[in-house]
């Protein structure tokens, strides 16, 4: 067992979120066994959704989506403050 400390913020894509609900209390145990603290975000969907986001058809749709949730949150950081995602 480590102890690297520090913190860290999730932000769970929505799948995730909704259909694996567990695996935000797996993510808490995994970061707790490296001695970092893990914080989860409330966000939504980042719009990428599978492949949805990957698709040119939707890539309009796909950002506004990203704007509304994630944009709001990764731009309101603190400085230094580290997040990462999952998928």
Do not use: K
Not at 3 to 17: K, N
Not at 62 to 68: A, E, K, L, P, W
């Amino acid at each position: 067992t480590g102890g690297a400390g520090g913190e860290v913020t999730l932000l769970p894509h929505c799948t995730e979120r909704t259909n694996a609900t567990a695996s935000l209390a797996d993510w808490s145990r995994v970061f707790a066994h490296f001695g970092v603290t893990l914080r989860i975000a409330q966000t939504g969907c980042c719009g990428m959704a599978g492949t949805y986001g990957h698709e040119v058809e939707h890539l309009d749709t796909s950002r506004r989506i990203y704007d509304s949730s994630w944009r709001l949150r990764l731009d309101s950081a603190m400085p230094g403050e580290v997040m990462m995602a999952t998928g």
